[in-house]
């Protein structure tokens, strides 16, 4: 094969030109995909909203707000579901970073007293057939229309309301560590009538 | 060396004779890692059949026009937009397969068989022959992936692309980690123990 000459100039130009092109075209795929993939995050966004409220005529995501944590070192995006204009309840996107691997990220959603809807993972790494069993309703059916205010969301190891999933009582912790968070903040916006 | 072999040799070498995983063994770790069911493997072995072929086709068309000495930078700028392309269109039309993949799919970028299918065939062969052995190398890749996800997502999970078939718990050892090792294990010793059977045969 007779490759081009490894002149320095040589160099400069074929390497100029090859990430000229490249990134010309990615720029291109860039434009070109950017409102499928925001429809599908809003699609999914809305999908976890719609499994833990229900009954809302508004859109949660295009009303959605961000309020800070009570330790003040995070904020959660809030999505008020209304019907007619009235707040009905509040989807409360929260994540843990204490699982066994990677973030969890999960959707509560709260009535306007602060029950528990429902809960819906939206995103973990956790250990297939072990902690990912946080995702069956065996496991999320606990908290289903319980009010954190009464239920005490640690693990009954701990000395809480929690019953952990077997062979995975970090994952557990950190699912009701996030839910726990959750409700502080969500608490805390009611109380000082933010709740939009 | 090598002496010209025909299109459809250069196909399916990569399917059986050069299985990139079960016989070079390159790629290991996305072969390990996302193996955990069956869906997960076609995913990643497709994602990545498609950028064997769209960057040993466009390695093979400039080959000639690139320095000896920048050919490595200049390859990897190439799979590293092909990825990109593959990472964006997965976002955008199938967001739930794109998740699972996560870290894997840019880690094709480093996957030794585009680099390895670069340098060692489409820099010295024309854009056809290099076009079928990336996807010869594809086909064959996304077998071994499905195959290995489909036995791992068998026994640990009872399940067969998501169909649970039996309602209990599998071997969970199998969708974790070691699991991925035990199967490729088995799977490279079947096929010497089929290989050696076939030679003794003919001797």
Redesign the interface.
């Known amino acids: 094969m007779a490759a081009a000459k490894s002149s320095f100039l040589n160099l400069v130009i074929t390497l100029t030109i090859v990430t000229l092109v490249a990134s010309l075209s990615l720029g291109y795929v860039y434009e070109w995909t950017k409102e499928p993939i925001a429809e599908a995050q809003m699609a999914k966004q809305l999908k976890a909203i719609e499994s833990v409220v229900s009954g809302y005529d508004n859109n949660p995501v295009l009303e959605s707000y961000r309020l800070p944590t009570p330790d003040g070192r995070d904020s959660l995006e809030f999505f008020p579901a209304k019907k007619k204009g009235e707040l009905i309840g509040v989807a409360v996107k929260t994540k843990s970073s204490k699982g066994y691997s990677g973030d969890i990220w999960l959707m509560v959603g709260f009535n306007v007293n602060g029950d528990i809807q429902n809960i819906f993972v939206i995103e973990h790494k956790e250990t297939p057939g072990l902690g990912s069993k946080m995702t069956t309703p065996k496991f999320l059916q606990q908290f289903m229309g319980r009010n954190p205010a009464t239920m005490k969301l640690t693990v009954k190891k701990d000395g809480g309301d929690v019953d952990a999933i077997t062979g995975a009582t970090i994952t557990t912790r950190a699912f009701s560590g996030a839910v726990q968070t959750a409700h502080e903040t969500f608490k805390k916006s009611t109380v000082n009538g933010a709740a939009n | 060396m090598e002496q010209p072999i025909s299109l459809k040799e250069n196909f399916f070498k990569g399917i059986i004779k050069e299985n990139p995983v079960f016989v070079l063994l390159l790629g290991c770790c996305p072969t390990l890692g996302v193996t955990?069911s069956a869906v997960n493997g076609l995913g990643m072995g497709a994602a990545t059949a498609f950028v064997l072929v769209m960057s040993n086709l466009a390695i093979a068309l400039?080959?000639?026009?690139?320095?000896?000495?920048?050919?490595i930078?200049?390859f990897i700028?190439?799979i590293?937009?092909f990825v990109?392309?593959v990472q964006?269109?997965m976002?955008?039309?199938t967001?739930a397969l794109n998740?699972q993949l996560?870290l894997f799919i840019p880690l094709i970028v480093v996957n030794c068989i585009v680099l390895g299918r670069a340098e060692a065939f489409a820099?010295?062969n024309t854009a056809v022959a290099s076009m079928i052995d990336g996807l010869g190398m594809g086909v064959g890749f996304t077998f071994a992936l499905l195959l290995l996800g489909t036995i791992r997502e068998l026994l640990?999970?009872l399940s067969f692309f998501g169909y649970k078939l039996v309602e209990a718990?599998?071997i969970?050892i199998f969708?974790?980690a070691p699991g991925a090792f035990i199967t490729l294990g088995f799977i490279i010793a079947t096929m010497k123990w089929l290989k050696e059977r076939e030679s003794k045969r003919t001797h």
């Open positions: 955990s400039v080959k000639n026009v690139i320095p000896d000495k920048v050919r930078p200049a700028v190439i590293a937009a990109t392309v964006l269109l976002a955008a039309y967001p998740e996560g820099s010295r640990g999970n718990d599998g969970l969708v974790l």
